[in-house]
Antibody
Framework: QVQLVESGGGVVQPGRSLRLACVAS????????MHWVRRGPGKGLEWVAV????????HYADSVRGRFTISRDNSKNTVYLNMNSLRPEDTATYYC???????????????WGQGTLVTVSS | DIQMTQSPSSLSASVGDRVTITCRAS??????VAWFQQKPGKAPKSLIY???VLQSEVPSRISGSGSKTEFTLTINNVQPEDFATYYC?????????FGQGTRLDLK
């Protein structure tokens, strides 16, 4: 089982940018797609983005498309989420999660990180 | 986009009870459904995939069923560690969507 640790969260003003990182340990993630999922205060889980194992393909939720970019560095066992033009409604705990299927973008995840809190406020 | 309508939004139960949570998909998604448990301040935990397959180390009192548009999560003999919020999720293409969540608390 892989351990996932997110970082990079914090308080940021509307319109500003932030970059989250998810570092994997205990096992490599280079052959697995990786997701970002968020949960806003008082809200449920919301899927944000996914990137393929090789970084060549990505999908986004409508709410973040054009503002957020997911990327990865397999040499560092790390996945990133670049968040631009942040809005108050982006306030949430952001989790990274590992795809369960080898080299597929199935959408079925098994391991989750503990999350990092992003607060967008002036 | 596929919508997942989950019910009830909250549920009260006693230790030893049997509870059922339902998720309805807005279109046929075969068995491409997963269920997750989340406790306050903790990461979500994967319970079930492919509608009915338990993840490793998930107790057998938890089960899932359904196909096409109707799915259920059942917890038999509810234990103290089961009180949490539960979410269904479809993975029948992107964007992935979750149900609204069901909070299970102690009666």
């Amino acid at each position: 089982q892989v351990q996932l640790v997110e970082s990079g969260g914090g308080v940021v003003q509307p319109g500003r940018s932030l970059r989250l990182a998810c570092v994997a340990s205990g096992s490599t993630i280079r052959n697995f797609g990786m997701h970002w999922v968020r949960r806003g205060p008082g809200k449920g889980l919301e899927w944000v983005a996914v990137i393929s194992y090789d970084g060549k393909s990505a999908h986004y939720a409508d709410s973040v498309r054009g503002r957020f970019t997911i990327s990865r560095d397999n040499s560092k066992n790390t996945v990133y989420l670049n968040m631009n033009s942040l809005r108050p409604e982006d306030t949430a705990t952001y989790y990274c999660a590992k795809e369960s299927r080898y080299q597929l973008l199935y959408g079925d995840v098994d391991d989750w990180g503990q999350g990092t809190l992003v607060t967008v406020s002036s | 986009d596929i919508q997942m309508t989950q019910s009830p939004s909250s549920l009260s139960a006693s230790v030893g009870d049997r509870v059922t949570i339902t998720c309805r998909a807005s279109q046929d998604i075969s068995t491409h459904v997963a269920w997750f448990q989340q406790k306050p301040g903790k990461a979500p935990k994967s319970l079930i995939y492919a509608a009915s397959v338990l993840q490793s180390e998930v107790p057998s009192r938890i089960s899932g069923s359904g196909s096409k548009t109707e799915f259920t999560l059942t917890i038999n003999n509810v234990q103290p560690e089961d009180f949490a919020t539960y979410y269904c999720q479809h993975y029948n293409g992107y964007p992935i969507t979750f149900g609204q969540g069901t909070r299970l608390d102690l009666k």
